[in-house]
């Protein structure tokens, strides 16, 4: 059961650093923090942030089982 797990945490990592990287903003954008705070996620940025999201519960979730076994 440990070693299932620690596959499961493995390829969530991956899954999980990929999408974060996914998720960063280029230089050519701009760094006001005013204008990142109204700007709207749309499309696949959308889908991504909330893929990043359920992935971190995942990864979360199994951190835990695999800490109480």
Not at 32 to 39: K, M, Q, V
Not at 44 to 58: A, D, G, Q, R, Y
């Amino acid at each position: 059961m440990k070693t299932a797990l620690t596959i499961i945490q493995i390829i969530l990592c991956i899954i999980l650093s990929t999408l974060i990287f996914l998720q960063s903003k280029g230089d050519n954008e701009s760094n006001n923090i005013l204008s990142e705070a109204i700007s709207e996620r749309r499309g696949w940025e959308k889908i991504i942030f909330n893929s990043t999201l359920f992935v971190m519960l995942m990864f979360l979730l199994s951190s835990i089982t695999q800490s109480l076994i």
